[in-house]
């Protein structure tokens, strides 16, 4: 289990820490992916069996809170973004860091004006090579508060393997992403490297690689996603796939096996491990494991579902698209986006947009609502939104009471 961290209290919950102990003391592998019941009598709740931070958001943070202690008379500065979730980044600048980027990599502050005193922290996404070459030629300390996830440094090695033994990198990510930006960064070292959004990249490369599209088409769709001196009349002969390891990793199955069968036709099957590298190792299991147990909370059924996090978290996003496909869907920062038991101030993802939908709530009989949240939400923000929804319900127990009675889907 990841270790306890010392950080602010309000990132922890009392009722969903105990909600969380429960389905492990009876779960210790995880394996059960039934939605947890928390029935607080005039509404329930369904919760995703997995949700939340991963052990690298947990590590990230720990590392941040660990910097600030440490160094209490120096500046502290991140690159970007900690993690993508407003209250996280707000409550480290409250504590004094200063973020040298946003998250496009639009520069904040001067990277010359750092000096050997400064601290610099690298967010869970990692950093590209370029930047951490910068900012070590001031001198400024970099490498002891770099939270950079263990799992995006695994996509990170095994992109150099692939490069070290003559393959190239088909990396499944979104172009100007902070992880996208540094896995490309690394990739292009050892490997020629080529960005893929979704499957609509991928059939367009297919068919170039089946001889369907021309060069000059596959430069219209790809100017800006490939390393230097690629070349697609070589470079895609022999690949092998890798992720931002927020992207859907079903869609990233799907579009290394659409890839695949794309060389079986041209090469064939006899020589197929010699054009395509099995990648499969690389997908990060705590982005599938919550993915995972949100299909399953959806299977489980409900009358709404609600997703907590930052607007701009990849790994959200995408738990928000699979629920949308099924039941009505609300995409909430925190409770404060709750106006009312009448409206609700929401993320629509098809419009990229705030807006507020009225009547969203079944307020008739009792209503079932599926809950989840993103890798980068605490457990305090969850905790404050089931509350703050039950509280809408005449006579609902509070999650304490509710806790202590935790049940699994049947």
């Not at 993508?84 to 998250?103: C, K, Q, S, Y």
């Not at 030629?137 to 490069?163: H, M, S």
């Amino acid at each position: 289990m990841p270790k306890e961290f010392d950080v602010p209290l309000f990132y922890r919950s009392p009722g969903i820490t105990q909600i969380k102990r429960h389905r492990t003391a009876s779960d210790p592998k995880r394996r059960d992916l039934t939605p947890t019941l928390l029935d607080f009598g005039s509404v329930r709740f369904k919760v995703a069996r997995h949700f939340g931070f991963c052990y690298g958001v947990e590590n990230a943070i720990e590392i941040a809170y660990r910097a600030i202690r440490e160094n209490p008379d120096r500046r502290i500065f991140l690159l970007s973004e900690m993690i993508h979730n407003p209250e996280v980044n707000a409550d480290l600048i409250a504590h004094g860091v200063r973020f040298l980027m946003d998250t496009q990599g639009s520069r904040l502050f001067p990277i010359s004006s750092l000096t050997p005193d400064d601290v610099v922290v690298v967010p869970a996404f990692g950093t590209t090579i370029e930047l951490q070459n910068e900012i070590g030629a001031t001198g400024a300390n970099i490498a002891q508060y770099d939270t950079t996830c263990p799992f995006v440094e695994k996509v990170w090695k095994r992109a150099a393997e692939l490069g070290k033994n003559g393959f190239s990198v088909i990396l499944h990510g979104k172009r100007s992403h902070e992880e996208t930006r540094a896995t490309f960064s690394h990739s292009k070292e050892t490997a020629p490297t080529l960005i893929v959004r979704d499957m609509e990249d991928t059939q367009f490369l297919v068919s170039f690689m089946r001889g369907e599209k021309s060069l000059e088409a596959f430069w219209k769709v790809f100017a800006r996603a490939t390393s230097p001196s690629f070349d697609p009349l070589i470079h895609l002969r022999r690949v092998g796939v890798v992720n931002q390891t927020t992207m859907l990793a079903t869609e990233t199955q799907e579009i290394a096996l659409t890839i695949k069968e794309a060389l079986l036709d041209i090469w064939g099957d006899e020589t197929i491990k010699e054009h395509f590298a099995d990648t499969r190792d690389t997908l990060c299991y705590a982005t599938y494991e919550n993915q995972s147990a949100t299909q399953a909370l959806i299977a489980s059924g409900a009358d709404l579902a609600i997703v907590v996090g930052g607007y701009n978290s990849s790994n959200t996003s995408h738990l928000v698209e699979l629920c949308q496909e099924q039941m009505p869907t609300f995409y909430i920062k925190d409770r404060s986006e709750i106006l009312s038991e009448r409206a609700v101030r929401h993320f629509d993802l098809r419009e990229l947009r705030l807006t507020v939908t009225y009547d969203w709530l079944p307020l008739e009989g009792t209503p079932t609502i599926a809950v989840t949240s993103g890798a980068s939400c605490p457990d305090a923000i969850v905790d404050a939104v089931i509350q703050h929804v039950a509280s809408l319900f005449p006579q609902a127990r509070t999650l304490e009471q509710v806790a202590a009675q935790v049940q699994m889907c049947a």
